[in-house]
């Protein structure tokens, strides 16, 4: 039977499909995310694999070097700390971006003149949408690095200098449909894109930066899909598919727990740090206890809620938080985790780090299954976590975050937090909870005070 390199390619490029599907489904579970990543992984080879096997190509010294060069790119980039992968991963779409944008350009000038109406449809969407997803993700990547200020800047009419690139840059994509005999005008749309990425994203603070970059996700992808149709490239459509519409969940989910809207997030100049709240934390009065003080308290305990927050990745403390897990349960204690849905600087943050420290899943309660159980709490114990237990976020109007859900630390009999200062977390405000009467500020690094306790707990004094 003859080598048929065309029914090949389909049967790889259909497992490849199954497995992105495959992938999405079990990563939506801490259980079997590890397949998932897994599955991911394995697709995006075999849609390699399958591409590379085409007809079409007739030199590989290209693909070879720009197989080098990505990954002299990429190995890097895979290892950054837990902490950059927001940045990382809008770096990852600027490429992706590039690359859609390059390759919508080039398809364009081998038809033009002659670009079919349905064709430059599909292209003017691909290098709008490129285009403006690799400038905004270029722009977030700087403001979560801190390269670039991470304060919205905003002006007088800016919705409405914005709207208007995009309004024009999708005017000359529905003008090429019908004259695509005009490449200026073309590059002129692309340019368009680039600046209106700049645009959208200037006016958006670095605390809504994870949420858009979800968002920018979903433009990737569905330019992605747009490019499948120009290539026609069913793997291309369907890969596409499936990361716009995740990207755009994800994103709807994270403005959810944020109780924004998306209008909000995109044009509400929202993420302004609050220096003045921060500075005047300093002066009023809090009550702070030792390790041995906390571990007396826990060991007391019957119940314990621990809530870890963005301060626990940052210090690594995870594996010493499973320690204090382990020394409790020993005890009788009945400890939980209590998961907000932004805690940390990624959706998943928490689930990720207390996974690799093998605390077992059904110990991690979401927000509001946690919620109604803190009255029966004896110990809310706060490792690194500040916005998601500010009370303000319910009760002071004036806030910046008024209205996000939060966890309801407060109702527990006492509260522990572990951080190393009065410093604001990433909306930059004060958090009126350290200053109640019920509240023990456990002063120290996240990873070095849950040692101490756990010392203490396992030392002669509380056994
Ligand atoms: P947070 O409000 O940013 O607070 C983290 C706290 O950790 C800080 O107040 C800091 O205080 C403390 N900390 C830092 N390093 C520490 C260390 N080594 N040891 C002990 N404590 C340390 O964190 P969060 O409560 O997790 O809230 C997440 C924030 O990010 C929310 O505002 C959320 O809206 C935002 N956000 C998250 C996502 C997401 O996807 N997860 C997306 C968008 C926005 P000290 O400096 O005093 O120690």
Not at 126 to 139: A, C, K, Q, R
Request: one cysteine or more; aromatic letters at 8%; a neutral charge.
């Amino acid at each position: 039977m003859p080598f048929d390199a065309a029914l090949i390619i389909q049967i790889v490029y259909l497992a490849a499909a199954a497995l992105f599907v495959l992938a999405l489904k079990w990563m939506s579970s801490p259980g079997t995310a590890t397949r998932g990543v897994y599955a991911g992984e394995i697709g995006m080879l075999l849609a390699v694999i399958g591409t590379l096997l085409h007809h079409g190509i007739i030199d590989y010294k290209w693909i070879a070097i720009g197989l080098v060069l990505g990954s002299i790119i990429g190995v890097p980039l895979g290892r950054v700390q837990m902490t950059a992968v927001p940045q990382r991963t809008a770096l990852s779409h600027a490429f992706g971006a590039l690359c859609v944008t390059l390759v919508g350009t080039a398809e364009f000038f081998l038809y033009t003149p002659n670009v079919p109406k349905s064709l430059m449809a599909v292209l003017a969407l691909e290098v709008i949408l490129g285009s403006l997803t690799f400038t905004g993700s270029l722009m977030a990547a700087g403001k979560l690095q801190e390269i670039l200020p991470q304060r919205p800047i905003s002006y007088k009419g800016q919705n409405f200098v914005n709207l208007g690139t995009l309004a024009v840059a999708i005017a000359i994509g529905a003008w090429l449909v019908y004259n695509p005999d005009q490449p200026v005008l073309f590059l002129l749309m692309i340019a368009l894109g680039l600046v209106f990425g700049v645009a959208m994203i200037v006016p958006i603070g670095g605390a809504d930066m994870p949420t858009v970059i979800s968002l920018l996700n979903s433009y990737a992808g569905l330019s992605a899909a747009a490019m499948g149709f120009v290539l026609d490239s069913k793997l291309l459509i369907i890969a596409g598919a499936l990361d716009g519409s995740s990207g755009f969940i994800l994103s709807v989910i994270m403005s959810k727990a944020m109780n924004r809207s998306f209008t909000n997030v995109l044009f509400g100049a929202f993420g302004q740090v609050q220096t003045a709240a921060a500075g005047a934390a300093e002066e009023r009065p809090v009550h702070s206890a030792t390790p041995d003080e906390a571990a007396a308290i826990l060991a007391a305990a019957n119940k314990v809620v621990i809530i870890p927050g963005y301060g626990m990745a940052v210090a690594q403390a995870q594996h010493k938080v499973r320690e204090l897990f382990d020394t409790l349960t020993r005890r009788g204690v009945e400890v939980t985790f209590g998961i907000h849905p932004v805690a940390g600087r990624m959706p998943g943050h928490m689930n990720v780090l207390l996974a690799e420290a093998d605390i077992p899943y059904d110990k991690l309660l979401d927000m509001d299954n946690v919620n109604g159980e803190f009255t029966q709490t004896d110990v809310a114990l706060i490792i690194g976590a500040n916005d998601v237990t500010n009370p303000a976020a319910r009760t002071d109007a004036a806030s910046p975050i008024y209205g996000m859900p939060i966890l309801d630390v407060d109702k527990a009999r006492t509260v522990m937090v572990i951080k190393r200062g009065m410093s604001p977390g990433f909306a930059g405000i004060d958090n009126p909870l350290y200053y109640f009467n019920k509240t023990l500020m456990l002063f120290g690094d996240a990873k070095a005070f849950t040692g101490d306790i756990v010392r203490e707990l396992s030392g002669a004094g509380h056994k």
